[in-house]
Each structure stands twice: as C-alpha cells, then as structure tokens.
C-alpha cells in the first residue's frame, strides 16, 4: 500500500482499503460483496454498523479522547501472496520475524499456524492433518463461505452480539481476517494451534474477529502473538473473540501482546463454558498506547471454570487497563484469576475486574488476586474490583498488593553478585513467573527478554 | 434572615440545582439508585413521601478540657463555616447540609485531654464538628438511638460527623448511627502532621442507608478505622469509606458488614505522587446471612507513588460451616449459633452500644427465620 | 584474604549509633568467631560488611585483600569474594533457587574452566543432598516457604556452591536440631579445609562443639571487648557475658 492511498480513502477504496470517516452504508456493502459475502452477513454487517452509529465511546475507565476514530483507515490486503512455506516469505517480512525474535523453533514447528499479515491470513499450514481430525481451522474470510451453516451459528449471536458495545459493533460492521477454529466432539487436538499476526501498515485498524467451538468433550490450545513496528499516527486494534466450550470441553487462549505503542487495542474477549468446561486466558500484554482487555467467562453450565492468567508491563505512556469478567450463571461453578503487573517510566497498569454471582447459582466460588509492582517515580497502578454476589451462598474472595521491589530482596541478591540491575531483572522475572509458565516456552523465554530489557531501561 | 436559613436556602439551591449525578432525581417522588451502580438487581425504590424531622435534642456529656458550643451560633465563624461546607458534590450529602439544624461544635484545647460522650436523645438529622487542637487527646462516642429499621412513618435523616486533627493530636472516636427508616450518615476527617485517629464506626440501615466516609491521612498521620455495617433483611446499605495519604502516612481500614438485605461496601484508598512511604490496607469482609443476602464489594487502590505499601483484599461468602458446626456441636442451634457468630463479628463495637439493642429482632428475630426453618 | 575492619563506627537509618569502633583483622583461611549478647551489634557488623543500605557507616576502614571494601556495592563485594548468609530468610518468589544460585556462580566466575550447567547442577544436587536439603526445594523460588532450618541450609549450600574467599555466617546456627547442626557444622569444616575463611556469628556455643575456632572475639555494646581461643567461648557458655560489663549498646538481632 502506498502512501498516497492512505492519505485518500475513496481512491484506495477498490483497493479495498477506506478511512472511518467514509464509513457508510454504501462502503459496507461494497466491502461484502467484494468479499462474497452470502446475505446474511452483510445483514449483520450493516445492523453492526447501525448499532455502532448509535452507541457513544465510553467515557468510564480509560481516557479515550486521543482516539481519532475518523483518521483510521482500515481493510488493508496483503502486499504479499499467498505463499506455501515459511521460506517463501518475502525477505522483509523475515526480517520482521527476526525483529520481532520469532524463535527458529516457532518458524518451524507451528502447528496448523496461520500467519496474518495484514489483515489476511496468508500462510496457513498443517491444516491437513487438524482435517483429518474433523477440525475446521481457516480464516473468518473463508470459513464464511466454506461452512456458512456453522459460521451462522456462532458469528455474533449469543456471545458477543452487535450491541455489546461500540467497538464489538465497529468490529461487526468493517471485520476482516481472524480465524474459525471448530474442534468437532471429543476430539483433542494435542499441538497448540498458533497464529502469528502482524499489522504493518501506517493508521491501520485491524478488526480481525475470531471464533473458536470446542464442542462437548473436545480440547484445543490457540495462541496468537501480535506485534507491530513503531508509527507515527495513532491506530486502532478493535478486534473479537468469541470462544464456545462445550460440555466438559477445555480451551485455552494464550495472547502475547506487543502492539506499537501508538495503538488503541481495545479488544473484546468473551467464553461461554457449558457444564463441566473449563475455560482459560492467558494474556500477556506489553504493546500498544492503551489496552482496555476484560476477557469474559460466562459460567453458563453446573460445575464449569474459568481461569484467568494475566501479565502485563505498562511502560512510558501507556495505559494498560485489564481484568477478568466472571459471570457464575450456574451453580458450582469457579473461577480463579492471577494477575501481576508491572509499571514503568510513566506507566500506568490497572486491573479492573468483575465478578458476578447470579441468584440462583449455589455453590459457586471466585478467587481473584491481583499485585502491582512500581519500578519507576513516575509509574502509577490502580486496582477496581467489583464483586456482584446476588447468590448469598458464594464464596467470593479478592486479593491485592501493591509497592515497589523489595530493597531486602535486592541487597541479597546483590550480596550474592548480581548487579543491581540484573537483580531488578530477577525478582520482577519471579515476580511474573506464576503467569509466564502458563505461556509456552518459547514466547516466555522471548517475553522475559523483553520484560528484563525494559526493566533495565525503566530504571536507569 | 438568620444564618440558619441562608445556610439552608444555598444547600437547596445547591441541592436542586444539581443534575442527576449519581443518583436519579426523583421520579414520581422516587429516588432510584440505579443510575450510579447500574447493577439491576440492586435498583431500589427509594421510599415515598419522607419528611425531616427538626425536633428533638442531643445530650453531650463529658469531661476534660473541651468546649461544646451549639453550631448554629457558631456559623459566622470562618472556620467552622469552612467545616460546613465541606461536602462533595453528593446530592445526598447536600441534603445532609440542608436538612440540620442540630449540632455541635467540640473543641478540645490544645495539649488537653477530653472525654465525650454524644446521644442523641431523638432522631435527627445533626452535625457534629470536632476540633482538636495540636497535642490534645479526644475520646468521643456518638449514638443515635436504636429501634426498628422500617416504619410506616419515613422519616429522612442526613447527618455528618466532620473531625479536624491538629498536629500531634490524638483521637478516638466511635459512632453508631442508622437505625431510622431512610438514614444518611457522612464522616469526615483530617488528619494533621503525626496525628492519630481510632475510628469505630457502626451503621445499621434502615430501609435505605447510607454510609460515606473520606479521610485524609496527612503526613506522618496514622489512622486505625474498623467501619461495619448491619443490613437487616429487605434493608438496603451503601457503605463508602475513602482515604487519601500524605508522606509517611499509614492507614489500616477494616471495612465489615453482615448482610441479610441488600449490602454495597466499597473502600477507595488512594496514594497520590509524593506520598513516600505510605503504607496502606484495605479489607473488606462481608457475611451473607439468609436467602435474600446480596451484595456488591469493591475494594480499590489508587496508586501513583512507588515507595509505598499498599495491600486490598475482599472476602464475601456466608458464614463457615466449619465455625458454625463448631458451634452446634457444643449444643447451640443454628440460630443461636449465627447470632453468637454475627456477634462477634461486631463486637469491636461493644464498647459503642451494647450489642443486643442493635442485634435484637434484626438477627434473632424474623430475620434468621427462614434459613433456620428450612433446616430444623 | 584477609580482612582488616579499623574503627569502624556505625548507625542504622534512623541515626541511631550501633557500632562503635569495631576493629579487628582476619587472616587468610580459619574459622574466626564473633560471639555477644542480643544487641550488641553482630549483625550490624554482618549486614554493614555485606553493603546493606540499611546502615551508614560513618567513620572507618575495611579492606578486604587489600581493597577498600566500603567504596564498593554490595554486588561487587560478592563478586570479590565476600559471602553473607543471612540471618533473616530473605524470599524471592518465583526465582528458582537453583537458578539463581547457577546465574550467580556464572556472574563470579567467567571464563574457561567454568563448569557447564550440567556439571554444575550435578554438582549443586550433591551438595545439597550433604546438607538433606530436599532436592525439589532447588526448584522452588528463592527461600520461598522454607522453614528455619531450611533457610539455613539453603545459606549454607549458597556458600558451598558459591566458593566465596570469606564466608559470614550470621546465626547459621540458630533454629536447626541437633542433626542438622552437625550437617552445616560439617559444611562449614569442608569450606574452611578447602583453604576458604569463614566468620562464624553466634550467641551460642553450640556449634563451636562441632568446629574448633581459631580466633574468638566476644563483641558488646558495638565494639570488639576481647579475643581469645576456645576457652574463652566456654568461660561464655558457663558465665554468659557479665564480665564484660552490664551496659549494652546496639539494638540489632
């Protein structure tokens, strides 16, 4: 895409690429049918964008007046081809891997990974044998066409309809790329499924929408990892997840998030856990301007849990606004929460969770616990749980702490030899850990990185 | 016109002139809370047709070096007006500024020790305004009389306590108020240079009560608050409990409620930049008695500062069944057994009233008498 | 190595004075002992010598093989060969113990003839196995949930693993039984035969039965008050420490 075609949206229209301002009916439509789309997803597309015309930016929680919905541009095809090995990859877009310290190993051991380059899943891989299996694992784009009966189903309905907020409508409206990964009855598919993707383009939202259905019995692991170089002009990451977990079914999401820090991710995760299910978030967030995250788990069947693992690392400027969203609907259901962030320079990491207890549902227990870590002057934490328990007989229990290093923690390991920054390095590592074994080795090795190398930086 | 009622006409035109901020206007006479929470299943009706008492009286007995002056004779003095006015922009704390026309203003004498003790002889909406100068020691109970929670007669009473420590004074005050059908009671404090402030405070709700608390702990300052609240069964309660740090400061607030109604309790504590060395803790423990409990926590930190310690935690459940088998095994009934285990869940606030007259026919009585039923 | 502490005059945060004057020189190798009541500043003199930034020094000297060990940070202490093992467990959740003893073991010592990780943690499990310290506590975060003794022996196995040229040893004795005293009593043998020094902390006398000092100084009021051999740690354990007078300064264990 050339500069000249983001500065003028109309022109690069049929190139599939507009701004928001420009945002209408017309171009919704157009977009759909350049698509080909069947009827009833541009019916949803343009209820969405009605539903999102309507509803204001929210005003709680983080301040959103820098976002200038109007200059984001959004849809932008890939510059690169389809390609059938990761060797085919143009050189530039290796060299992003290499920036981005993609392990040699991850290149070359994904399991039926996708990688999303802007806006499009463009290399897809070892989806022959997640087929074999009866596992659907494609592109939204595709899988609308491909199983339009089960996309139908699960796109939008129950779990994150259009008017659950203004972005999840955005999203509903302009939404291109994520993926459809549907794991049929009973089947557990053994390697996680992974998808790296990346936007690399000046003032691009990205509006992927991803749907996951692990029907009863079935067990799947997706992870995603997104990073994007440094812009100029801010941009927006307004992306959906919607996850079904079928009866004694397990999910496991795992999100490593390292937007530039001009981005807006304001994304919308939500679970339904039927009887049994278990559901579990891993996020670990580092990127982006500001991040307003609260996957949701709606314990919608007796005995169903969720876990919540979050990490993340607000470093100067940014805003990292995370938390879970329990809702127990059925009785005996759990939920257990584990959050440990970390502020910086001007920082600021807030966890603000919900969890909810509806009447009628017995026997349900919630834990959440949250700590703070301030390595910086500058760096600010706030924590805002809020727990709804309408059900009397409920365990609900919430923990926090918050404060800077211990300096009884650092003299000893400075006593044992270790510089002081490298100490810093080490505690906030075990300060993280109980979250980063969650995530897998190698994403954990390269966060760690990242975390100690900003931790250095943060200090001096 | 006396200063009384210029005090009065402000704080209603204050009053009125308010949007609905937190809490919706008045609809057909009915104050619904919905708007602030927005948590549906809270939504109450706010009780029709209220009216503000102005009768009635206050008992101040005491000894030390103190001086109780009623306020109202006090309201050209700068400070004290200052103290007056100190209200957020709550439409239900300005109706606390509107509606009073008892009060005092305690001064205790710098470098003296006083010894208070504050009834109110009727139910009123009062203010009481502290003053303890540099070195002084105050030792004050506040208690408003205890009765039945829901009347047919509403009555609406706002009242707030606001306590002004002085450097390197010492204070320990404990209240309990609520009790009336509709009830607002607000506390404020400041805390000076190296004072300290022991607070117990108790509020039971009537049909609808509120509960709202702000300190600032200045620098050096130490404040120890253990806030409870009691919600009978079809009562709601709003508690709120906020504090602010200076340098050096410490703060130890243990809010409590036992909730058979419809309970909130929310803690705010909040270290601004500069407040090094602050250390602070915030506990929240709700018990859930009965079917129709329900409850709303939210204990949250504010922190900008990072040489501080700062720790929140919740807990909301029903009571133990270990402590209460513990307990029937030694031959009480359920019943009995509940009591005795809300009891000691407030008795820090025995020294304040006796127990029995706050519990009596709200936990003994028709309260626990499902939950009981269901299992004997 | 050798020590040499010169008047050394000290004072917590707070400013309150806890020692004053400590002098006194170790030689190469041995096992020195600081014995004295509660308060008299032993610990101070530990945590001072180890760089803790919770004390100020305000006058006097320590060299430390000829390097003025005060101008130095509590990393590059270590690095140069000075090893404390606290009194107080310190916990560092999260940070395997295994690992962090191996990072710094790499930190100190670089270059070839280094041990691979694999040789090391080989190492590191025999060792610990001397000491019956539990192989899976290795695993878990520094110190974290250890008890008394543990934390203990997780000091000493540091020390062992760690080789430092002088080892500290602040109330290692305190609150390990019978069989485990004599085990860190043998540690501490090992390490001092292998040509290391160690300075022994304690108000008891109960390791001393396992491991034959060389030099005692008896520490009151935040000074040296006397030296001698074994025989003035029994006068101790029989009389305790009145002969030197009831006064005491201090305010640390």
């Given amino acids: ?340 962030s970390i502020s910086k320079g001007s920082g600021r990491a807030i966890y603000r969770g919900q969890v909810r207890v509806n009447p009628g549902a017995t026997g349900c227990s919630s834990s959440v616990k949250c700590d703070s870590l301030l390595i910086s002057d500058e760096s600010s934490t706030a924590t805002f749980p809020t727990e709804e328990v309408y059900e009397p007989d409920a365990d609900v229990s919430h923990e926090a702490t918050a404060g800077r290093i211990a300096e009884e923690q650092l003299f000893y390991l400075m006593s044992r030899g270790f510089s002081e920054e490298e100490a810093r390095g080490l505690i906030v590592r075990g300060f993280m850990e109980p979250v980063t074994k969650k995530i897998p080795l190698e994403y954990a090795v390269e966060f760690n990185k990242i975390v100690e190398a900003e931790v250095k930086n943060g200090v001096a | 016109m006396s200063e009384y009622e210029a005090f009065r006409l402000m704080a209603e035109s204050r009053y009125r002139s308010l949007s609905p901020l937190k809490w919706k206007e008045m609809k057909d006479g009915r104050l619904i809370y919905r708007e602030e929470l927005k948590y549906s299943d809270f939504a109450m009706d706010f009780p029709e047709g209220f009216e503000i008492p102005d009768e009635g009286g206050f008992e101040v007995k005491g000894e030390g070096g103190f001086e109780a002056t009623p306020l109202l004779s006090k309201v050209h003095d700068d400070w004290v007006a200052r103290q007056l006015q100190r209200l957020s922009e709550d439409k239900v704390e300005l109706l606390s500024l509107a509606g009073w026309k008892h009060g005092y203003l305690i001064e205790v004498k710098s470098g003296e020790t006083a010894t208070l003790k504050i009834s109110l002889v009727d139910r009123l909406p009062f203010r009481l305004v502290f003053r303890v100068r540099k070195g002084a020691s105050l030792s004050a109970t506040v208690v408003t009389p205890s009765g039945a929670q829901h009347e047919e007669n509403v009555k609406l009473l706002a009242s707030r306590i606001d306590v002004t420590c002085e450097p390197g004074s010492n204070v320990d005050i404990a209240y309990k108020a609520g009790s009336s059908p509709v009830e607002f009671i607000g506390f404020s404090a400041d805390l000076g240079i190296s004072s300290s402030l022991k607070l117990d405070a108790l509020h039971v709700a009537g049909s609808y009560g509120r509960h709202f608390g702000d300190v600032n702990v200045g620098q050096g300052a130490r404040l120890s608050a253990r806030v409870a609240e009691l919600i009978p069964k079809s009562s709601f309660g709003d508690s709120m409990f906020n504090v602010r740090h200076a340098s050096q400061s410490e703060s130890e607030v243990e809010m409590r409620a036992a909730v058979l109604g419809k309970g909130v309790i929310r803690g705010l504590t909040s270290i601004p930049k500069g407040a090094v060395g602050s250390n602070a803790n915030l506990q929240e423990r709700v018990i859930m008695v009965g079917e129709e409990a329900k409850a709303i926590t939210s204990p949250s930190l504010d922190i900008y500062e990072k040489e501080v310690q700062a720790r929140h935690g919740s807990w909301s459940g029903r009571i133990g069944d270990r402590e209460l088998f513990y307990l029937e095994s030694r031959g009480l009934s359920e019943k009995e057994a509940i009591s005795l285990l809300i009891r000691g869940f407030f008795s820090p606030f025995e020294r304040i009233v006796p127990l029995e007259e706050v519990l009596e026919g709200i936990v003994l009585g028709r309260d626990l008498g499902e939950r009981s039923e269901d299992k004997t | 190595m050798t020590l040499n502490v010169e008047d050394l005059y000290v004072s917590a945060k707070n400013g309150k004075d806890i020692l004053n004057g400590v002098s006194f020189t170790l030689p190469d190798g041995g096992v020195h002992v600081i014995m004295g009541p509660n308060g008299s500043g032993k610990s101070t003199l530990a945590l001072t010598l180890a760089g803790s930034p919770d004390f100020v020094v305000k006058s006097g000297k320590v060299e430390f093989d000829g390097v003025d060990l005060l101008s130095l940070g509590p990393d590059q202490r270590a690095k140069k060969g000075l090893f404390l093992a606290f009194q107080k467990q310190v916990e560092i959740p999260g940070v395997p113990l295994k690992d962090m003893i191996w990072e710094a073991y790499r930190v100190r010592w670089s270059g070839s003839g280094r041990p691979s990780i694999i040789d090391f943690r080989k190492n590191l499990s025999a060792t610990a196995s001397t000491l019956s310290f539990p192989e899976t506590f290795l695993e878990r975060g520094v110190n974290e949930g250890f008890s008394g003794g543990e934390g203990k022996k997780s000091e000493v196995l540091q020390m062992l693993m760690l080789k430092p040229k002088l080892a500290i040893l602040d109330e290692v004795d305190s609150g390990l039984d019978v069989d485990s005293l004599r085990v860190v009593a043998d540690a501490i043998k090992r390490f001092v035969e292998d040509g290391h020094s160690a300075l022994i902390i304690t108000h008891h006398f109960d390791l001393l039965n396992y491991i034959e000092p060389d030099v005692v100084y008896v520490m009151k009021g935040g000074k040296i008050v006397d030296e001698g051999d074994i025989t003035l740690a029994r006068i101790i354990e029989r009389e305790g420490y009145s002969r030197w007078g009831g006064e005491q300064a201090g305010r640390d264990d």
């Avoid at chain 1, 749907?211 to 994007?228: M, Q, R």
Wanted: charge should be negative.
């Fill in chain 1, 1 to 340: 895409m050339k500069e000249k075609d983001i500065l003028d949206g109309e022109a690069s229209r049929l190139e599939g690429m507009t701004e928001l301002k420009h945002l209408n009916e017309e171009v919704v439509t157009s977009l759909s049918r350049e698509k080909g789309e069947p009827d009833w997803m541009l019916k949803k597309r343009l209820y969405s964008l009605s539903v999102f015309e309507s509803k204001p930016i929210p005003t709680w929680g983080v301040d959103l007046s820098g976002l200038k919905l109007d200059d984001l541009a959004y849809y932008v095809k890939p510059d690169v081809e389809k390609v059938d090995s990761l060797s085919d990859l143009p050189a530039d877009l290796k060299k992003t891997f290499d920036a981005l310290g993609i392990p040699e190993a991850e290149r070359n051991f994904l399991a039926g990974n996708g990688i999303m380059y802007q806006s499009e899943v463009i290399y897809e891989r070892m989806k022959d044998r997640l087929a074999k299996q009866g596992v659907i694992f494609m592109s939204m784009d595709e899988a609308v066409k491909k199983h339009p009966d089960l996309v139908q189903k699960y796109f939008m309905t129950r779990c994150v309809p259009p008017t659950y907020h203004k972005f999840a409508a955005l999203n509903g409206a302009i939404w291109s790329g994520g993926t459809f990964l549907y794991v049929p009855k009973g089947v557990k598919v053994s390697m996680p499924v992974q998808v790296y993707y990346l936007v690399d383009h000046p003032s691009m939202g990205q509006f992927e929408h991803t749907v996951i259905v692990a029907e009863d019995d079935a067990s799947v692991e997706y992870i995603e990892g997104c990073s994007a170089p440094m812009y100029v002009k801010g941009g927006l990451h307004a992306g959906i997840m919607e996850i079904f977990v079928g009866k004694r079914a397990r999910v496991r999401v795992t999100t490593i998030q390292n937007w530039s820090k001009n981005i807006y991710n304001l994304v919308t995760k939500r679970a339904i856990v039927e009887e049994e299910g278990k559901m579990e978030w891993v996020e670990a967030s580092l990127g982006s301007k500001v991040t307003m995250l609260y996957p949701a788990s709606v314990l919608a069947g007796r005995g169903a849990r969720a876990e919540h693992f979050y990490v993340s690392m607000a470093g100067d400027g940014q805003v990292l606004d995370t938390g879970a969203k329990i809702v127990h609907a059925a009785p005996d259901t759990s939920a257990y929460v584990l959050s440990r």
